[in-house]
Structure formats: C-alpha cells, structure tokens
C-alpha cells in the first residue's frame, strides 16, 4: 500500500509515494506535459529549502482526500518537499465542522454557533497547531483545506508560515445560513494569505479580491479510482465485492498505487432483495452519505417516475463509514427506512451499498467498477462545492445526470452530459433518467463527450500548474504581507 499513516499525537501523518508525472504525457499531450515540467523547473529553484504542508481533516473518503492523494504523489516525483498532515479531532469537533459545511452550502441547521462552539473549535485547533508549529519553518507553505482546518492560520501566520485557505465548498448564492457560516470563519480567515475556490461565485464578498485564486479540481487517471479496467475486470470486481450478481472467471485485480497488483477481497455490505445481473441496465450514484447528495431523492425519483416505465435497476453506494462525517449513518438509516416502505416490485430494483474504505486502494477499485459498469451515473445533489465523482464518471466515458448546482455545470458544458435545472425537481429529474436508459446512442454519444471534456480541463497536470502560479506569487510577498 503506498499510502501509511503513522500518529504523531493528534496530527497524523500521510506518507504517500511519488507518483511518475511522465505517465500523464499519454493523457495529456507532450505540450502540456513539457509546460507541466517547465513550471515545476522553475518553482523548484525558487522554492529551494522550504517545505509545502498541506493540512486536511482525514485522507480517506471524499473529494480532498481523493486528490492529495494524487496531487502530493505527483508533486514528489517533481522533487518538491511536500508534507501531508491530517489534524486529530473529536466527533463533537466534526459535528461543528460538518455545521459550517452545510452552513457554508446554504444550507441552516439546528446548531447555534456561540461562544462555546468557537471555544471548543479553537481548542482542537490550539492543540493541533502546537504540534504543527514543531514541525513548520519560517518561509514554508501551509496549506490549509477547508473549515476543518482555518482556524490554525493564525497560528501559523504568526510564525512566518505562508498560508494559503483552500475551501472545497461553497454556494453560487449567499443567504443568511451562508453568511452565518462565514462570519464564525472570518476572524481565523483573515490571516491566510491567499484563498483558494473552486468558483468565483463561492467567493465572500470581504475576502481580497486580489489574495483569491480559483482553481478547479482534477482527476488522477492513473488512480485505482479511474485506471482502466477491461469489462471482465469490472464484472470480476463487482462480483467479488458483493456488488452484483455475475459468475465471471476473470481475476478481480487492479494496480494499486504503489505498482503492485491487487485483488478485490473486500465484501460490500448491501441492502437489496436481489442483487443486480451483470446485464441489467444500472444506475448508479457514489457519494458521501451526506443530505446534501440528496441519495434519498434519487431514489424516491427513480421509484415514482423510473422503475414503472423502463427496464433497469438503481444503486446508491457511499462509503462505510468516514472519521469526518458524524451525520453518514443517520442518513444512510434513513435512506435504509425509506427502502424499506417502497413497494415490493420497486424495492427490488433499488440496492443501497455501503463501500469498505479499511483498505482506500480497493474501495477506490469498487467505485471505479461501478462507474464503469454504470449506464447512467447521476450527481443530483442539493448543492456541491465541485462534484469529483461527476467529473471521474465523466472520464470513465459515461452519461451523468446531476443537478445545476455548485461547480457540477463548469464540468458538463453542452453535450458532455444532462444538467437538470431544479436539484430538487424529481419529475424532471426522473423524465431525464427515463431518457438516457432508453436511448442507448445518447449515452455513448455523450459519454464520449465527456471523457474530452475531463481530458481537456480536469487532469491533474492544470491543477499543479495553478497552483504552481500561487505558490511562486505568494513567495514574493512576507507572510502575512
Ligand atoms: N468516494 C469514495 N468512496 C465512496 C464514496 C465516495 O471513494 O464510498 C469518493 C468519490 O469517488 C469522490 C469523492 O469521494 O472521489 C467525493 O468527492 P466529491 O467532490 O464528489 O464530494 P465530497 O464528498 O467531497 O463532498
């Protein structure tokens, strides 16, 4: 396994192996690749002697930890010192953080944001940034993702660390839950020196507008997530974790990250009256079992205005079980509830799975299986920061149907997918799914589309040199200045 993580007291550290950068010229032409190179060439020599931290609340499960992962392997390999730090917290700690998520998507909550929760909030944070402060140097870069981790700017700051804020979220339109949100963030925020979102409507309107950069994630191609598997492959993987029903002789292998060959030995935990046949027309959504991936509405969608019309058969997978994500089991309970009162004919069509992440190789395989296995992958949810599992079903050449909300419409332009306008319009939604399965050439024909579009703006190659871009800028200012 490549990725290890030893404890150090409350900070935790990833050691993740280099990744070779030259691999992604296949993907993305040699004029990019050498532009990619060139960038790191001259980043290297400026950036001489310091060290690139890079701090997150967990490094499995989500979209932040499914890009470090790759971005600090492929920065290795470009010989740049580059640490990941994941901070220890407690579950209440996670439930205010989880608060300030759905906050900051727009989203109210029953938690009120007083004193004592900017106490404790600061507290966690007090601890972890006294290790940190052991660990970091005057000159170095920090760099902080999302809620989680801002309040440690000030501490850091203070040493003479550049800190750069990374928000993974954010809504398109501010009210008074988001405004709520960024008021309990402000007074840490306003220390970092530069902040970086995935779009410019995310943006408060008090951050400086010069200190913010947008940067749009990306995919790792070569990632157990999105490496290529031969249909037997997938079917092998599917089987063998449980997934679906298809006797198969292929062997469930994938190359892991470190280059070595792994095997499916994990068994999902599926709720189902039957599993689906290896021939049956699937939909699949893979998130977070988090209200706003709205799982429970693409089921209640596909039992109303799909199942009664079109062959095919639906499948929500999320993740077993992520340190950071307290609300997870409630809500997957609830979509586990609601399952249970479909009518039998519609119950059978539906499998809700819960994905082991113990071993973050293999359930990055299981997911990569059923995207690939998938007719349809849809993303309907309520609000979301980017939306990673649209732009990694996008790359695996399938047709995605989402919602319009949050970065999801900067990934399907015209043609590379189905946008449904209202997230919460289930009619719609439906009626659009019903279309995709029975229109067999439509989904080839936009899936094509698809893997252009991910190849053109959302491989890993334009996310470094962004970043390189604000990294080399901050380092022309003190910190703090
Ligand atoms: N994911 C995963 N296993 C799961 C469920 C989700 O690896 O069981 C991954 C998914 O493939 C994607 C990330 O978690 O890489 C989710 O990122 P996204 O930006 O879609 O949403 P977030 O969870 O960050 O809100």
Known sequence: MTTTISATGRL????????????????VGEQRYAGLRAAAEDFRVRFAGRTIWTVSST???GG???MLQALVGYVRDLDVDIRWLVIGANPSFFAVTKHLHHLLHGFPGRMTLGPQTAAHYEDVLAANAQELLALVHPGDIVLLHDPQTAGLAPWLTHA?????WRSHIGTDLQNDATRDGWAFLRPYLQHADAYVFSRRAFVPAWLPAERTRIITPSIDPFAPKNQDLAPDTVRAVLDAAGLIEAPTRAAPAYLRRDGSTGTVECHATVVA????????PLVVQVSRWDPLKDMAGVMRAFAEYVAPHVPGRLMLAGPALVADDPEGALVRAACVQRWRGLPPP??????LASLPVDDVDEN?????ALQRHAAVVTQKSLAEGFGLTVAEAMWKGRPVLASTVGGIPDQITEGAGVLVPDATDLASFGAALRGLLADASARQRIGAAAHERVRAAFVGDKHLLR???LLTALLSRPPGG
């Open 59 to 61: 490094c499995t499960g």
């Open 12 to 27: 935790t550290t990833v050691h993740t192996a280099a990744r070779p950068v030259a691999a992604l010229a296949g993907v």
């Open 467 to 469: 970043y390189a871009e």
């Open 346 to 351: 519609v119950r059978g069509r539906i499998a």
């Open 273 to 280: 009256d039957s599993l689906p046949g290896p021939d049956e």
């Open 160 to 164: 003479g660390v550049h800190v750069v």
């Open 364 to 368: 990055a395989v299981l997911v990569n």
């Open 64 to 66: 932040v930890a499914e």
